[in-house]
T-cell receptor
Framework: GAVVSQHPSWVICKSGTSVKIECRSL??????MFWYRQFPKQSLMLMAT?????????EQGVEKDKFLINHASLTLSTLTVTSAHPEDSSFYIC??????????FGPGTRLTVL | GDSVTQMEGPVTLSEEAFLTINCTYT??????LFWYVQYPGEGLQLLLK???ADDKGSNKGFEATYRKETTSFHLEKGSVQVSDSAVYFC?????????????WGLGTSLAVNP
């Protein structure tokens, strides 16, 4: 299957700083990418749908000013957690849509905010 | 709202045992149904899918049938192997424009002992 990478795989930061997570589709172009959040022993929660060249669509309850998404090219979407706080600590996962019924997932990024 | 209920784990089986992981869902419209698998240390991978009622998805010896009348998509395998040890996620996907918005179950952890 196609490959999606995420960088970094883990990051530790101080409260109040911003953190950028990259999601890349390595061998296909993805008009649409998705960002998920996963808490321990819980399911994935869709945060936003990222469309190349346009604004992201955020799910209800997700602060768009807190979680900035930029999908500047067909192979790269970034999620920036601004002014991170300990409650933002989580596992963030991206996926890239290859076809309507096929998403390829990145390995995830573990964010810890001290 | 849309939701999915998955059999709680962890499930522990001996090699060559029969596996069933139950999944039921509530969703508006007519979703496609997916099972994803996450092997230790890896990202989510599509295991199988079904896009309409009575369709049977199959892959790597796993099968699941789209049961519209019971809104279920139970995962089965006749003879599990140690290499099947992973976390399995049931995820209905409702059409949202040109995308599928996946709704995730909690995941069922499977451990297969030799």
């Amino acid at each position: 299957g196609a490959v999606v990478s995420q960088h970094p795989s883990w990051v530790i930061c101080k409260s109040g700083t911003s953190v950028k997570i990259e999601c890349r589709s390595l061998d296909f172009q993805a008009t649409t990418m998705f960002w998920y959040r996963q808490f321990p022993k819980q399911s994935l929660m869709l945060m936003a749908t990222s469309n190349e060249g346009s604004k992201a669509t955020y799910e209800q309850g997700v602060e768009k000013d807190k979680f900035l998404i930029n999908h500047a090219s067909l192979t790269l979407s970034t999620l920036t957690v601004t002014s991170a706080h300990p409650e933002d600590s989580s596992f963030y996962i991206c996926s890239a849509q290859f076809a309507i019924d096929e998403q390829f997932f990145g390995p995830g990024t573990r964010l810890t905010v001290l | 709202g849309d939701s999915v209920t998955q059999m709680e784990g962890p499930v522990t089986l001996s090699e060559e045992a029969f596996l069933t992981i139950n999944c039921t869902y509530t969703a508006t419209g007519y979703p496609s149904l997916f099972w994803y698998v996450q092997y230790p240390g890896e990202g989510l991978q599509l295991l199988l899918k079904a896009t309409k009622a009575d369709d049977k998805g199959s892959n790597k010896g796993f099968e699941a049938t789209y049961r519209k009348e019971t809104t279920s998509f139970h995962l089965e395998k006749g003879s599990v192997q140690v290499s099947d040890s992973a976390v399995y996620f049931c995820a209905p996907g409702a059409r949202a424009g040109n995308n599928r918005k996946l709704i995730w179950g909690l995941g069922t952890s499977l451990a297969v002992n030799p």
